[in-house]
């Protein structure tokens, strides 16, 4: 089902030489909410050299958009990026944690579990 998928719907039928239609409904297809929100990263299993770069990726498994992306380090509030993606060029001790992504349709959010990033 998509949203251009929304309009006015109606039944006919034919038997013989009768013919028969319904009263036509309206049907209004809503967006789907974000869900299946998971994270990878360059390089994969979460460990990283001080001084290197590590890129984070978010995907969504289902939703409508426009769809809107934030990525957060636990324990602090603030955000870190608004794209699918998020790149560190120069990776510092500071960087440690867990970190995740919150994707929203402007009436629902869905997050990721934590990654877990180790600087080596």
């Known amino acids: 089902l998509q949203l251009n998928h929304s309009g006015h719907y109606r039944c006919e039928g ?3 030489s009768w013919q028969s239609q319904s009263a036509a409904v309206t049907v209004t297809v809503h967006g789907a909410p974000p869900s299946g929100v998971s994270l990878s990263m360059q390089p994969p299993g979460g460990q990283v050299a001080l001084g290197d ?3 984070r990726s978010c995907t969504v ?3 409508t958009g426009p769809l809107s992306f934030s990525w957060h380090r636990e324990g602090s509030g ?3 990026g608004t794209s699918p993606h998020l790149e560190l060029c120069h990776i510092g001790d500071n960087d440690s944690g ?3 992504c919150q994707v929203s349709d402007r009436h629902s959010v869905a997050e990721s579990d934590p990654l ?3 600087v080596l």
């Open 53 to 55: 770069r590590l890129v």
């Open 116 to 118: 877990n990033v180790t």
């Open 98 to 100: 867990q970190y995740l």
């Open 61 to 63: 498994a289902t939703g």
């Open 78 to 80: 603030a955000s870190l």
């Open 14 to 16: 034919l038997v013989g």
